[in-house]
């Protein structure tokens, strides 16, 4: 799978310019799924939020790109489909948009529902992950970051790449997102990880990790 991990979804020319290449040609031409199961996790998060996302009126521009076609892809529903069924839908995708949120309760669902063991085996889907949509995939998520009671602690992503991520770094609304908080977490996360700005992503294809960014990052051996 190509991963295309943001902060703030595809906020700026690099990033977009990335995703095409990601995706070999143009959004109008890319069929996709939006996932906006994280946000159900998350105490900040509201019916209306969950709807500017999947409807791409959010800040975080994913849905709002010009595919061909955009579906919605509810992980708490599957459990109740047959899987033959939605994992048709995932794998005639191009691309799957996955909303923040709680990324601990992202993580949760991608297990329970089986996704997370397909995930692997899509060599040419991207992934476009915005905040938890992008942690969720990561080794560690960083105790600072569960707001969902149902993790009980447990800060562990799914794995599927082997850097951590820190989101938002000094966004204006989210005061706890500075630069030295970014440092206590990655101390406690214990392996290679970035901080990322709203104007920042990770591009990972074959495991190889490259920074596109407009803004400020920072990574952490």
Known sequence: MKLLLTSGGVTNASIHAA?????????TECHALCI?????????????SAWRFVAGRSPAPMVDL?????????????PHRPRDRW????????????????????????????????????KDTVWVGVSAGSMALTPRIGGQFL???????????????DVSIFPHLNYPDFPDNRMANAETWAAQIGGPAYALD????????????????????????
């Open 19 to 27: 995703l095409v290449e990601m995706l070999g040609r143009p959004t």
């Open 147 to 161: 707001s969902w009671p149902g993790a009980d602690g447990d800060d562990r992503g799914l794995g599927l790449v």
């Open 36 to 48: 906006p199961t994280a946000q159900h996790g998350h105490p900040w998060c509201t019916p209306g």
């Open 66 to 78: 010009g595919w061909a076609s955009v579906g919605l892809l509810e992980l708490l529903a599957l």
């Open 87 to 122: 994992e048709a839908w995932v794998r005639a995708a191009d691309v799957l948009l996955v909303d923040g949120g709680d990324a601990a309760f992202l993580a949760h669902w991608l297990r329970q529902t089986g996704l997370a063991d397909l995930l692997p085996g899509l």
């Open 198 to 221: 709203d104007q920042s992503a990770l591009r990972i294809v074959d495991g190889v990790t490259e920074v596109i960014s407009e803004g400020e990052w920072r990574a952490f051996p």
